[in-house]
């Protein structure tokens, strides 16, 4: 299995997106179901996370 999630710290942001892979697939086929799988939410939740730590920032 192959995870991904915006970190900081100790926190999670949003969902931890998931990839499942076999050793019998080529890499060019995994390669694919990451960007498929995991990455395609890697933006937004990476904004998401910038957004949290400006506001918690300003507000201090």
Same mark, same amino acid.
Request: proline share 0%; hydrophobic share 35%.
């Given at each position: 299995? %192959?995870? !991904? $999630? #915006?970190? @900081? @710290?100790?926190?999670? @942001? !949003?969902?931890l =997106?998931?990839? $499942?892979?076999?050793?019998?697939? /080529?890499?060019?086929? %995994?390669?694919?179901? %990451?960007?498929?799988?995991?990455? %395609?939410?890697? &933006?937004?939740? #990476? /904004?998401?996370? /910038?957004e949290y730590?400006?506001?918690?920032? &300003? =507000?201090k």
């Open positions: 299995m %192959i995870y !991904g $999630s #915006v970190d @900081y @710290y100790h926190y999670h @942001y !949003g969902k =997106a998931k990839c $499942s892979v076999s050793l019998t697939r /080529n890499a060019s086929a %995994i390669a694919e179901d %990451i960007k498929r799988k995991v990455l %395609i939410t890697a &933006v937004d939740e #990476v /904004n998401k996370a /910038n730590h400006q506001k918690k920032h &300003v =507000a």
